[in-house]
């Protein structure tokens, strides 16, 4: 199976490495030449301006769009920023997911963190029943979730973090940072 | 549920969010602003570039929190600031403003000649200068979270930065194929701490991410760093002290994200206005280098 990352910029070859873990072939993607035949695009952590400002430059917005609505997407971090309808700024966003997000909504650098999540889906799907290990750098949340989109975790306070609209998934955190790979095991299963 | 802040997977995964990337020094908000909008992954608020630096002498000091506060409002992308080595009182006054990295960083003027700041102890992550793996694996002993090759910073000359990226990625190609019992007396010659240097002889690289600085000045140099292995680059004096910051700076950030695509990168190094007039290394006095600094 073949996965696109997108490498415009960010922790994509972290993706890469965990795809091959469990594998399936990661292919970096920088033009729109390089989504033919892919079964499926990770858009990973980084800085969702500076993604953003390089999609529109190499004329990836419309592919991406169009890839996004026939095959499975997952964006962590900058990339749940980048799949948004709406981010409460002026930025490029692909707008393919009916969730709203706050950047940077927990404050600076010194505020990232980790933190145990419960995720039933996730358990369910892997066949596990041990807690989810996520780490949060400088992350937004999922304010909220609208259509056809759901819940896929929160916070104890309530503050969502995970995300799912059929074949498009959102997290605010990096399954890429860790050693667990029960969550790109979950997004292969909404590839194929 | 408990929450954990300021472990070293956060530290580190900032910098890792930052591969791919430019962090570009700026002088004020306006410039900050300039750097977002050209795609800047983070930039660095500081009170002169190091070719002012250079220029005008005198002790280099931290910057006033109020200008970093102020860079701080002005973007949403990550703001680092800049610490005198060795200088924890700096450091413990920028961890308050809650920038987003510390650089413990030889182009201020050593506040100790001896010690470099134990980085375990804040919640702060700090990225630090290196010109060999030896440097490296000694700053990363102390806490730091990210490095950057050090190059000679102020120049628009990228001959010291591609020599340090050159050293560190030549000894770590070194310590994969040695022999496992060979690696205590290299961490011995190297002055490096032997865990970091078994570490970093499985991974096949540094274990934090490794961005280059010192001397980028073009769209090439930063592509050039790019392919020698660098994880992303560091823009000092090179982008606001040309002709037209702005569409410089856009085109390096292009340059860094399609590095290998020679096509590309001849397409965004056109009409870029004129370069930084630059100082050139090899003819520079010893005393002037500031890579040296650092311990």
Known sequence: MNIGVLALQGDFAEHIAMLKRIGAEGVEVRLPKHLDGLHGLIIPGGESTTIGKLAVAYDLMEPLRAFANERAVWGTCAGAIFLSKDARREQPLLRVMDITVERNAFGAQVDSFEADLEIAELKQATGTTHPYHAVFIRAPIIESVSGEARVLSSLPDGRIVAAQEGHLLATSFHPELTQDTRFHEYFLSLVS | MEQQTGTFAVKKGLAQMLKGGVIMDVVTAEHAKIAEDAGACAVMALERVPADIRAQGG?????????????????????????????????????????????????????????????????????????????????????????????????????????????????????????KEELMAYAKNIGAPYELVLETAELGRMPVVNFAAGGIATPADAALMMQLGVDGVFVGSGIFKSGDPAKRAAAIVKATTHFRDAGILAEVSKNLGEPMVGLNVSQMPEGEKIAGRGW
């Open chain 2, 59 to 179: 002790v280099a000091r931290m910057s006033d929190p109020e200008l970093i506060l102020r860079i701080k409002e002005s973007v949403s992308i990550p703001v680092m600031a800049k610490c005198r080595i060795g200088h924890f009182v700096e450091a413990q006054i920028l961890e308050s403003l809650k920038v987003d990295y510390i650089d413990e960083s030889e182009v201020l003027t050593p506040a100790d000649e001896e010690h470099h700041i134990l980085k375990h102890n804040f919640t702060v992550p700090f990225v630090c200068g290196c010109r060999n793996l030896g440097e490296a694996l000694r700053r990363i002993g102390e806490g730091a979270a990210m490095m950057r090759t050090k190059g000679e910073a102020g120049t628009g000359d990228v001959v010291e930065a591609v020599r340090h990226a050159r050293t560190v990625m030549g000894e770590i190609r070194q310590i994969q194929n040695m022999p």
